[in-house]
């Protein structure tokens, strides 16, 4: 008697607090594989997400219950109701999840499409960032240091090359969305 006690706790721990949200995770993110260089961070992420989001779920399912049962409801995790509408849930995201891919032993494509002129936006701006930096820093060094002339004429070449590659990769950005 004891023994069934607590696998229907647990079975009730696990629909409250993690399986609704963890096969709508998967649906939602049919990409996302706990195996891999970034693994941990990814069942972090994934574990997490399924505690949020299991947790909402029973809280907004309960809430609708109390709202719209035309018998009223008993307001306990445990009841019948609920734990009968969160295993809706979590049967419809693990389906939705299955259709999309994500129980498959292949990840599923992302879906982000990109635009022709989004295409390396996070390289080019790391490295504008970085030219302005190396930018800034050179004229720094000219102005605070006292230099030899040779060392400021140096100093002014260098800063004019990373000043024309930064207009350069401007300008070529600024054409890429022209067309």
Do not use: C, N
């Amino acid at each position: 008697m004891v023994g069934a006690d607590l696998a229907e706790a647990m079975a009730g721990v696990l629909l409250v607090f993690f399986v609704p949200g963890y096969t709508l995770t998967k649906a939602t993110f049919p990409e996302w594989r706990l195996r891999g260089p970034a693994a941990g961070l990814r069942l972090l992420e994934t574990f997490s997400l399924a505690l949020v989001l299991s947790v909402v779920l029973t809280v907004v399912v309960g809430y609708g219950l109390l709202r719209g049962a035309p018998g009223g409801f008993q307001a306990f995790w445990t009841d019948p109701v609920l734990e009968a509408a969160l295993a809706g849930i979590a049967a419809a995201g693990f389906v939705a999840g299955w259709v999309r891919g994500a129980y498959a032993r292949e990840p599923p494509p992302p879906r982000v499409e990109e635009d022709a002129g989004e295409e390396g936006v996070w390289e080019l701006a790391r490295e504008l960032e970085q030219l302005g930096r190396e930018e800034r820093r050179l004229t720094h060094l000219l102005r605070a240091r006292a230099a030899t002339p040779a060392e400021q004429t140096r100093l002014r070449a260098e800063l004019g090359e990373i000043q024309a590659r930064r207009e350069e990769l401007q300008r070529r950005r600024e054409g890429e969305y022209a067309t």
